[in-house]
């Protein structure tokens, strides 16, 4: 390196005899500045893969292992050794999804693409979800990079179980709305058509006092429904109080069979 000229140069030495020789300077500063730049952007590019938690696979077009880069998950995977030189059929994956990762592989290479595939992992624990990029590195081979996707797995299965809750129960909801109005339109009738008898003339004593109790009855049997809906409220709401106390069970599946007894025929 001459520091005056801030030049590289290679020199080649002739001796013509023992005392005196051709000395030959050549010129390689383009070449030194050119691996210079190639080295640091090897330095940036190294750097960037080291802050990416993936895996990084090369594979050949026959699915030979080339070269691995494990990050953070060695444990789920055997010794770099074993993995180099050995076949995506032998190492990592069931046969099946092997040969898709061929196929896709081999697609890659042909075609120029880039190429995804998700697969699991069978563990001492639960399973794990990886997804796998792979692009085409030369005529040869690809390079495949494998992210663990378990945790937006989970969630996208956790929030499809919630959709499906959540449509249920909105279906429930629309059905218990649609029964409450059925069972809500009986007894109003009834209020209604005795309230309109009682204002007749000609009617004795005893016919009034047994519309006024139907009345009763019918308008008692409107406010347990307006009870019921408002406990389911808040059952859905988990602000209910509930008390433990003793219960005649006779009675109470007595009134359960004259209340539902009539209906069966129909329902």
């Not at 938690?53 to 770099?80: A, C, H, N, S, W």
């Not at 433990?244 to 599946?253: A, E, G, I, K, W």
């Amino acid at each position: 390196f001459s520091p005056v000229s801030e030049h590289w140069l290679n020199l080649h030495i002739v001796w013509i005899n023992q005392s005196d020789c051709l000395a030959f300077f050549y010129d390689i500063s383009r070449e030194k500045n050119l691996i210079g730049e190639l080295q640091r952007a090897r330095n940036r590019y190294l750097t960037l893969l080291e802050a990416i938690p993936d895996i990084f696979f090369v594979i050949d077009r026959d699915g030979i292992y080339q070269d691995v880069v494990f990050k953070g998950q060695e444990k789920l995977y055997p010794e770099t050794t074993e993995i180099i030189g050995n076949s995506i059929f032998n190492v990592g994956f069931q046969k099946n999804m092997a040969r898709k990762i061929l196929e896709c592989i081999r697609k890659s290479i042909s075609a120029d693409t880039i190429e995804t595939i998700e697969y699991t992992l069978t563990t001492q624990g639960p399973p794990l979800f990886f997804e796998m990029r792979i692009a085409r590195l030369d005529e040869n081979s690809v390079v495949s990079i494998a992210r663990d996707i378990t945790r937006r797995k989970k969630a996208e299965f956790e929030l499809g179980i919630a959709k499906t809750k959540a449509e249920e129960a909105a279906e429930l909801k629309s059905r218990f709305l649609a029964n409450l109005s059925h069972d809500i339109r009986t007894p109003m009738n009834a209020i209604l058509g005795f309230t309109k008898i009682l204002t007749e003339p000609g009617l004795s004593d005893f016919e009034k006092e047994d519309y006024v109790q139907e009345i009763h009855l019918q308008g008692n049997i409107l406010m347990k429904m307006i009870e019921n809906t408002i406990q389911l409220s808040k059952i859905e709401t988990n602000t209910l109080d509930i008390n433990f106390s003793f219960t005649p069970v006779n009675r109470l599946l007595r009134e359960i069979l004259n209340y539902f007894y009539p209906q069966l025929p129909e329902n």
